[in-house]
């Protein structure tokens, strides 16, 4: 969920009036906002580096907003403000207006080079935009939320701003060899190529993560104006010939990427927030893009479609009785303009292009629920007759366990994933026998494999647990995975029964009569006829040699016993005998 | 034999402590004669001048002594010139001694009381102090005694009763009973060893649940007194598909970052029969340009994507398994049959690890599959629910979850702490999920979930999650 940090005095007075914290608070949660945290910078500076170095900073109350992952439109002060006061009903929705330019338009002429790379360009302008202080630090702090955001760090769409008067048109997309761009790019001094940015920024905290979007392509994607000047190597780092001040006025936005859909939406997004500061309000000049087809569009699309929804749709899958008008209203109230059209029970909802996240009905649906408050909805029981029932393996689980328990052991709960090391070398076994699941992308050791046996980690708890009093009496009921091509996803779980006994004994009669137990309960009788168990003398690297058996029961090996070997207590650092007992509880359902 | 009847508890002694004072062969000898200071003085006193020689020619040994003790109390004096020793005109006042008459002898008085008061100690002070006229009785006995005319002797003397459990013949003492004595009755003849009940008693041999299993079984059996039906999730390897695409999770989506979630190397895919073409097309419809009256994500939908194997990051992955089988049996049967589904199972997350976070946690979820379930009937299901965990007042919070849609999250109050925390989150699956599955829009699918740790952490008051899951959570 992205966090969206305003300054509370300039939030109020945008609001045109003050909260409480917790009248605040209270008005995010009824919206679907929350009210993180309330700071300062010099807070958040003196947490992260100490009070030496906050010494300086300012001490403005902010408020730190959660906002929900897909609402784009409320990712800075403008868009909050202008959707609270619409909630409120304090202003009407403002219309975005796209124009034509009084002369020529521009133009972003995209090569078929970038094709390979990031293949889609739109652009728009923002003329007679009057910026101050906090702003513009709005405007480029909007542009970082939307690239870390739907963006995706800037992996499916990159922004570019930039000061129209120092530029001329028309402007080109397109793609060319690392060595062959040379430029001064924003906040350096000198010019360099495309290769040595990629070596400095290397170490850049900020923009070493975007390195590897463009790092191994031949083609690198970059915009040129009409005089060769670049404006920017997305989604690097823009020019700083064009670099936009608090003083520009007329500004040129670029959004390159890779999805088209996205970078529409966030071309929406930045004009529909920032034209509220422009000398003709919300409105947008329009830019054409020409495609490598020959085609051209103008951007932004600003499109504003209606959506037709019935009323009894809407009560129904809330849960309220409400009538058509009213319905619209709450609408309205969530920035979708609405009105009763038809029969009456049919309402007309315009979405604009603030509200890309309405894509279906139900998105309809939620904004009039909020909008009625989901805390005012009457609650109500559903009529369904339905009979409760358990998962069989899960009930023998649940009853074996505490028959465990009753036996004198205690349960423990281990993790799933632990090291190769713990499943194969611990155990004196190739990690290829075990045909364990590997995991492609574990942050430490800890988390390589699955298990595929559940007695590392009932050592590992040991060894975790070495002060406790002696004998230690432990066990676990959990799945295991292996790998298994019979299922669609190639591995399956088994559902494992682990015991071990450690004491200065190795007290195997002990674990042998814990398997009597469970027999018992499991309704299998000792013996070879059908139905029964017996164990016959067995080896296996982890046991001491003539000191493990191998379990059979009901006609197929289901596990064994024993007592460990020597190398394994050393590996698990214990340093007493332990005796274990490993089934699959499978095969007694 | 007394203390042993003690022990029994048979009789009560109490033991007293006393002295007595009895006089040494001098000490008689003096009560007869007088005390040699007396019979030195009076002679001296007769006399009015001599010298040591006479009176060590007249008394003898006795002589030094009662020299002794009047030089020492300065009641007479040896006039330097002449050797001769006369009364002092200091002292003749002292020890009952006037100028001109002598009046008792003192020391004679006293080892006369002693003789005969002598066995009685407080009457022998008594007399002694002689009603408070003389204060340092105990000074005078001492005296006497270093002067080795008294001896005194330590007595003492117990008082005993009678308790009620007093017996006239003495049973054997045994410390506790054992089989053989209880045979015949034969423990009466014993007297038992009585308990120090202020002892801790011996820590016993126990088996434990975990109390995470504990917890699990509490929530299994919320949901089965609720009617709910338990899905299999025995599955931890799970594919892209069916834990993202199936529920309508973009392939770009967060979630489905490295940094997110766990992808397997081995079983890198699923396999390519993994599900029939028809669903896949319908999820492949959805994602690229949208159906069912949904605009979708407009992206290029990649089946190869859909096939990396996760561990699952929630067990929606295995709800969305058992609504296709459900979804399987509708479209043949024509009418769905109201459903109401949970499971407890354990997630994976590639997070990083802190006091609240784990890679590995439990998660609960409950489903009611039906025909026109809303909202109303989420919030009222979640009021049930939460009811019976001990969470009375419930809020929600709109939100966004990209499979539920409207989605709720759930802020319960904790009574104890007086504050909201969040205990779940809810919503109604998105048609573009269902719809593809082969459900009919009339068919609604309400949903809720919440983790089995922070509940249990909540509960116990447990500050680290290490502390509930894992090699060191306490055995």
């Known amino acids: 969920m992205p966090t969206v940090s305003v300054k509370r005095d300039l939030l109020f007075q945008a609001l045109g009036r003050t909260y409480t914290d917790e009248e605040f608070d209270e008005l995010c949660f009824e919206f679907g906002l929350e009210l993180d945290e309330i700071t300062s910078e010099k807070e958040i500076i003196s947490k992260e580096q100490g009070t030496v170095k906050a010494a300086g900073a300012s001490d403005v109350v902010l408020y730190k907003i959660d906002v929900p992952a897909n609402r784009y439109d409320l990712l800075c002060l403008e868009g909050l403000v202008r959707g609270l006061q619409v909630f409120k009903e304090r202003i009407k929705a403002p219309v975005y207006k796209r124009v034509m330019p009084d002369g020529k338009i521009q133009k972003l002429i995209i090569t078929e080079e970038t094709a390979k790379i990031r293949p889609f360009a739109v652009a728009a302008v923002l003329r007679n935009i009057k910026f101050t202080k906090d702003r513009y630090d ?75 979007i463009i790092e191994n392509k031949p083609l690198y994607p970059v915009i040129y104006d009409s005089n060769g000047v670049i404006l920017s190597m997305p989604p690097i780092i823009n020019g700083d010939h064009s670099r936009i001040t608090v003083n520009t006025r007329n500004i040129f936005i670029e959004c390159t990427g890779t999805d088209f859909t996205k970078a529409k939406i966030v071309l929406d997004i930045i004009v529909t927030m920032f034209s509220e500061y422009c000398e003709n309000q919300f409105t947008v000049e329009a830019a054409e893009v020409v495609f490598p087809n020959g085609k051209s569009s103008t951007f932004p699309e600003l499109a504003y479609r209606k959506e037709m929804v019935r009323a009894d749709l809407i009560n129904k899958k809330v849960g309220i009785r409400e009538t058509p008008e009213n319905l619209a209203k709450l609408l309205t109230r969530m920035y979708l303009k609405s009105e009763v059209i038809g029969d009456g029970n049919q309402i007309e909802i315009e979405i604009p292009p603030t509200r890309a996240d309405i894509i279906h009905a139900c998105d309809i649906v939620e904004d009039a629920a909020i909008a009625y408050g989901y805390n005012n909805i009457q609650m109500t029981l559903p009529k369904t007759y339905t009979i409760a029932n358990q998962f069989p393996l899960n009930k023998l689980t649940e009853l074996l366990r505490y028959d465990m328990a009753a036996a004198g052991f205690t349960e423990v709960l281990t993790f799933a994933l632990c090291s190769q090391e713990d499943i194969a070398d611990k155990l004196g076994l190739d990690i290829s026998a075990t045909k364990a699941v590997h995991i492609s992308n574990p942050k430490t050791a800890e988390f390589q494999v699955a298990r595929t046996t559940l007695l590392p980690g009932l050592l590992k708890t040991i060894a975790a647990n070495r002060k406790m009093p002696l004998p230690l009496k432990l066990f ?76 059979f029961a009901r006609g197929q090996s289901v596990g064994k016993l024993g007592v460990l070997h020597p190398d394994v207590i050393t590996k698990f650092e214990l340093t007493m005998p332990c005796s274990s007992l490993e089934i699959n509880i499978g095969p007694f359902l | 034999m007394i203390k042993t009847l003690e022990t029994m508890y048979y009789v009560i002694n109490h033991v007293k402590n006393y002295n007595t004072y009895h006089l040494t062969e001098e000490g008689f000898l003096y009560v007869k004669q007088g005390s040699p200071e007396f019979n030195v003085l009076k002679y001296i006193f007769k006399k009015v001048k001599c010298t040591m020689d006479e009176i ?95 001896e005194i002797k330590k007595n003492s003397y117990s008082y005993i009763i009678k308790t009620n459990r007093f017996e006239t013949q003495i049973k054997k003492n045994i410390t506790d009973l054992n089989y053989l004595l209880l045979k015949n009755d034969e423990y009466t003849k014993y007297s038992i060893k009585k308990y120090n009940f202020f002892s801790s008693g011996k820590k016993i ?94 992206y290029n939908w990649q089946l190869e994507e859909s096939k990396k194997n996760v561990l699952r990051t929630h067990t929606t992955a295995n709800s969305c398994r058992t609504l296709f089988n459900l979804a399987k049996k509708y479209k043949k049967q024509g009418y769905i049959t109201p459903k109401k589904y949970f499971s407890i199972d354990r997630v994976f997350r590639n997070e990083n690890l802190d006091s609240t976070h784990l890679a590995e946690f439990h998660q609960i979820e409950g489903l009611m599959v039906g025909e026109r379930l809303g909202l109303s009937h989420l919030i009222g299901t979640l009021t049930a629910f939460y009811k019976y965990i001990g969470i009375h007042q419930l809020k929600f919070k709109p939100t966004f979850n990209p499979y539920t849609e409207p989605s709720m999250e759930i802020y319960g109050y904790h009574e104890e702490n007086k504050k909201w925390l969040e205990v779940g989150n809810s919503g109604i699956f998105r048609p573009e999920m269902l719809l593809s599955m082969g459900f009919s829009k009339d068919v609604s699918v309400i949903a809720w979930g919440l983790s089995l740790e922070r509940p249990t952490m909540i509960k116990y008051n447990i500050k680290n999650i290490r502390d509930l899951f894992g090699y060191k959570s306490v055995v």
Not at chain 1, 138 to 156: G, P
Not at chain 2, 94 to 109: A, H, P
């Open chain 2, 205 to 298: 041999n126990k088996g434990n649940l975990h109390l995470l299993t504990k917890q699990m079984k509490a929530f299994k059996d919320i949901f089965i007194s609720l009617g709910f039906e338990e899905m299999n999730t025995q599955n931890y390897v799970e594919s892209s598909f069916w834990c993202f695409d199936a529920l309508y999770i973009p392939q770009q989506h967060p979630s489905r970052d490295l940094q997110d979630t766990f992808f397997i190397k081995e079983p890198e895919k699923c396999q390519n029969d993994f599900i029939d073409n028809f669903y896949i097309n319908n999820i492949k419809k959805i994602h690229t340009y949208g159906d069912y009256d949904s605009y979708g994500w407009n």
């Open chain 1, 476 to 551: 676990e009921i959990s799945d295991i995975v292996i790998k298994d091509s019979d299922t669609d996803v190639g591995a399956k779980n088994y559902r494992h029964l682990c015991a071990v006994y450690y004491n200065k004994n190795p007290g195997f009669e002990i674990i042998h009569g814990l398997l009597d137990r469970i027999m018992q309960l499991l309704d299998v009788p000792p013996g070879e006829d059908k139905g029964g168990y017996v164990i016959k003398a067995s080896e296996g690297p982890a046991f001491f040699p003539g000191r493990c058996a191998e379990i």
């Open chain 1, 138 to 212: 709005s405007f480029i702090e909007l542009q970082e939320k939307l690239h870390q955001n739907i963006c995706r760090k800037r992996a499916l769409v990159a922004i570019g701003t930039h000061d129209l008067d120092t530029l001329s048109g028309p402007f080109t997309y397109t793609a060319k060899r690392p060595s062959d761009i040379k430029f001064k790019p924003l906040n350096k001094t000198k010019e360099y190529t495309a290769c040595e940015l990629m070596n400095i920024y290397k170490t850049d905290n900020h923009l070493k993560h975007y390195l590897h």
């Open chain 2, 56 to 150: 060590k020619k007249e008394f003898g040994k006795e002589g030094d002594i009662g020299l002794n003790i009047l030089f020492k109390n300065k009641t007479i004096e040896l006039n330097k010139l002449d050797k001769s020793i006369s009364c002092s005109k200091n002292g003749k006042k002292s020890n009952g001694f006037t100028l001109n008459n002598i009046t008792e002898d003192v020391t004679q008085k006293y080892l006369d009381k002693i003789n005969t008061y002598g066995e009685k100690e407080n009457i022998l002070f008594e007399k002694i102090c002689n009603n408070g006229l003389v204060k340092n009785a105990n000074n005078i006995i001492q005296e006497l005694k270093k002067r080795k005319l008294i």
